[in-house]
C-alpha cells in the first residue's frame, strides 16, 4: 500500500505516553488541545506551553499541569511571569529549543502569525510530529515547511478541521488516483446578504464555528477559505485548479475527496475541533469518542452551492496569489492580518477590506523563489501598506 499523504512509515507503540508541547496554548485552539490532552492523560502528556502575551492564563496552565518547560514570546510580558514550579523561557530562541527538546514527541502548533515558523522547521528537522493550526505559516512559508519535511524524518499532520478531514480520505492512497480536493465552507454571516456597514458584532457572529476572532472575520469574507486552498496545495501537492470550494451551510461535511474512477469520500462530524485536534494527536490510532456523537436523521438535510467569487473577492484573491506564487501568498496573508487588526480596531470599513489587499498584492515587490527572510520582508511591507491605506 503507498505511503500516506504527509505519514512517515512509523511503528506506533501504542503503550507510550507521548509528550506534546502547545505553541499558543492560551487560543482558542490551544486550550481545546489542552482539553484533549486531559480527557486523554493515559497516552498523552502535557510536556510544554507557549504563549504570546496571555500570561494569566498560562500561569493557572502551569499550576495545573506542571509542564517541564513554559516559554513566552513576548518578552515584557515574559518578564512579568515567575513560576517556582518549572523554568520560564522568553522570546522566539526559546520556542526553538522547546520545539526540538530530545524528549518531546509532539509539537501543537496554534500560535497566531507566522511567529512559530522556525519553530516548525526546527521540529521537522529533529523529527517531531507537529499537528499544525496556524494557517499563516503554510501560506507564507509552504515551500520552506515542505523542504524541512524533506531533510528531517517529522511528520505533519494537519488540525484544521477541513485538512484534517482531507488527510483522513486520502489515507494510504496513491495520490496519482486524486482528481479533486473539494473543501467546505459555511458560507458565514454574509452568504446570503452584503457586507455594507457591517459592524465587528455583525462580524464576528459566526453560524456554526466558535473561533478566534481574526478567524472568525476572516471566515465570514471566505479569506479564512482561501488561506486553506493555499495550505492544501502545500500539504496534499495538488494544484490549484484541483482545488475546489463548496458552500455548506451546515459545517457536517468537513470536506471531500474525488478520485479519478468518480468515487466521492467525505469525513462528516459536528462541528467541533476536538476531533481533528485527537486525530492529529493520536495518529494513525483512533481515540475514544471525545465528541458528541452526529445523528444524521437530526440534521436532517445537507446543503451545498458553489462559492460566489464576486460575493467573495478574497476568496477568488487567493487562488490568484497561489497560482502566482512567490512571495504572492505572503503578502496575501499580512495584508489581510492588518486590515482584519484595523477592522476590529474601529478603524476601516469592512468592505474595504479586500480592496487593501488587492492593492497590496498589485504594488509589492514579487520575488519568484524568495528566502525566509525575503519572505519576511513582504509581510512587513504588506502591513506597512495597509496601515498606510487606512491613514
Known amino acids: 500500500m503507498p505511503k500516506s499523504f504527509l505519514q512517515r512509515e512509523h511503528t506506533p507503540d501504542a503503550q507510550a505516553v507521548k509528550n506534546v508541547a502547545i505553541l499558543g496554548s492560551t487560543g482558542t485552539i490551544g486550550r481545546l488541545s489542552v482539553e484533549v490532552i486531559k480527557e486523554l492523560s493515559s497516552r498523552l502528556r502535557v510536556f510544554g506551553l507557549a504563549a504570546n502575551r496571555n500570561i494569566q492564563l498560562l500561569a493557572s496552565q502551569i499550576a495545573e499541569f506542571t509542564p517541564q518547560q513554559a516559554v ?31 524528549d518531546l514527541d509532539i509539537l501543537v502548533v496554534a500560535m497566531t ?71 467546505t465552507a459555511s458560507g458565514g454571516p454574509f452568504r446570503n446578504r452584503s457586507y455594507e456597514g457591517a459592524k465587528p458584532e455583525d462580524v464576528l457572529a459566526h453560524p456554526t464555528w466558535n473561533m478566534g476572532e481574526r478567524i472568525t472575520v476572516d471566515s465570514a469574507m471566505l479569506m479564512n477559505k482561501g488561506f486553506e486552498v493555499i495550505e492544501a496545495h502545500f500539504l496534499f501537492k495538488i494544484e490549484p485548479r484541483r482545488i475546489k470550494v463548496l458552500v455548506h451551510p451546515q459545517s457536517i461535511v468537513h470536506s471531500l475527496v474525488e478520485f479519478m474512477d468518480g468515487s466521492v469520500l467525505a469525513q462528516l462530524s459536528l462541528p467541533d475541533m476536538r476531533l481533528p485536534i485527537e486525530y492529529a494527536l493520536l495518529y ?12 444524521l436523521a437530526k440534521v436532517g438535510s445537507l446543503e451545498f452551492e458553489r462559492a460566489d467569487l464576486k460575493r467573495f473577492p478574497c476568496l477568488a484573491l487567493a487562488y490568484e496569489a497561489l497560482k502566482r506564487g512567490g512571495t504572492a501568498p505572503a503578502v496575501l496573508q499580512a495584508a489581510d492580518e492588518e486590515a482584519v487588526n484595523q477592522f476590529l480596531a474601529g478603524r476601516l470599513q469592512f468592505e474595504r477590506i479586500p480592496e487593501l489587499i488587492k492593492g ?32
Open 72 to 102: 513566552v514570546l513576548d518578552e515584557e510580558q515574559c518578564a512579568l511571569l515567575s513560576s517556582s514550579r518549572i523554568p520560564v523561557s522568553c522570546g522566539s530562541a526559546a520556542l526553538l529549543n522547546l520545539a526540538r527538546h530530545p
Open 284 to 295: 494513525p490510532e483512533r481515540g475514544p469518542r471525545i465528541v458528541s456523537q452526529l445523528d
Open 360 to 391: 497590496a498584492l498589485e504594488v509589492h515587490r514579487y520575488i519568484r523563489t524568495p528566502s525566509i527572510e525575503e519572505t519576511r520582508q513582504a509581510e512587513r511591507l504588506a502591513k506597512e501598506f495597509v496601515k498606510q491605506g487606512v491613514l
Open 113 to 183: 502569525g507566522t511567529a512559530a515558523v522556525d519553530a516548525v522547521l526546527a521540529a521537522l528537522r529533529a523529527g517531531k510530529r507537529v499537528a499544525l493550526a496556524t494557517k499563516e505559516i503554510l501560506v507564507s512559508f509552504g515551500r520552506f515547511v515542505n523542504q524541512a519535511l524533506k531533510e528531517g524524518k517529522g511528520e505533519l499532520l494537519p488540525v484544521d478541521s477541513e485538512h484534517n478531514a482531507i488527510h483522513q480520505c486520502l489515507e494510504g492512497r496513491d495520490p496519482a488516483t486524486v482528481k479533486r480536493l473539494i473543501l
